[in-house]
């Protein structure tokens, strides 16, 4: 049987994605830089260590490659070396490359052209080797507990037990769950309707920034305070701000911006049904794969 070949099998993706191939009786070989999680049975899955931005062990013959880490580096290893008999990619990118295309920060600039750049050399790849490639740009991934997006600010809230919100921050966001993503990529890797696609994929809810950050602050796992702050001083204590991190410069000018995605096409073509932004989700304890949540909200 050939393998299904999961890089960044350890990321935020790849602890949701594992568990759905291992219940399909697929035969799974694993790659990360990091060695395989406390647990885990050797029989069900292959550990394979390595880095796409230094070496990679040569894998087993291999039918489908999932992708789930940095996408540049990815590209440039399948142009180079991937094996003779894949059938199947799917690969993640991030909506970054159209939502940071036009930022005020350079490296977000920057970043933007290298998903664009790496999307383009892995679909002209794939296409030269008559190989049925998909590419998911998803929106701010949860549900880890590692995004350095909301998790951040979750920490925030729950150790100073407040969280400041930005006026006028009406920009909608649709944060997607790991597990959902997950799912995807099982749902679509059959339909021939994705091949040399390109899906925009968002959570199942719209919500505004600040909207989204009152959420975060009613819990669980704690309530915060919800601090209103103008944007203008919140840019002069950003840099001070222990969630700095989360919310650098080229992101405050995107407060008033819509970053949202069209799932429709997800939808049409292979019934992605993601679930809604649950703020118990945030830290890693949220649902598996595959359960459903109630539906609170606007559902798109």
Not at 194 to 221: C, H, K, M, S, V
């Amino acid at each position: 049987m050939p393998a299904t070949l999961v890089f960044g099998a350890t990321g935020a993706v790849g602890q949701f994605l594992l568990p759905l191939l291992v219940a399909r009786a697929e035969r799974v070989v694993a790659l990360s830089r990091k060695p395989a999680p406390a647990g885990q049975n050797p029989g069900q899955i292959q550990w394979l260590r390595g880095d796409l931005f230094g070496d990679i062990p040569t894998p087993p013959p291999t039918g489908t490659i999932y992708s789930l880490g940095p996408l540049d580096a990815f590209a440039d290893w399948f142009a180079r070396s991937a094996p003779t008999d894949v059938q199947r990619v799917i690969a993640l990118s991030s909506m970054s490359a159209e939502s940071k295309q036009e930022s005020p920060d350079p490296t977000e600039r920057a970043l933007a052209l290298r998903l664009r750049d790496a999307e383009a050399r892995l679909l002209q790849a794939a296409q030269a080797r008559a190989i049925a490639c998909t590419i998911f740009r998803p929106t701010l991934i949860y549900g880890s507990g590692r995004d350095r997006s909301l998790a951040p600010l979750a920490r925030f809230a729950r150790r100073w037990h407040m969280l400041p919100i930005p006026r006028g921050a009406d920009g909608l966001r649709q944060p997607v769950h790991a597990a959902d993503l997950a799912d995807a990529c099982i749902a679509a890797r059959d339909v021939a309707a994705t091949f040399g696609q390109t899906y925009a994929l968002g959570g199942g809810e719209r919500l505004r920034f600040d909207a989204l950050l009152a959420r975060i602050a009613a819990g669980p796992p704690r309530i915060a305070l919800t601090v209103p702050v103008p944007l203008a001083l919140l840019r002069v204590g950003l840099p001070f701000a222990r969630f700095g991190s989360a919310i650098g410069a080229g992101a405050l000018a995107r407060l008033r911006v819509p970053l949202v995605a069209d799932n429709m096409p997800a939808a049409r073509d292979f019934g992605y049904a993601p679930r809604v932004f649950l703020p118990v989700d945030l830290l890693g304890k949220g649902a598996r794969a595959g359960e459903q949540q109630p539906a609170l909200g606007h559902r798109i």
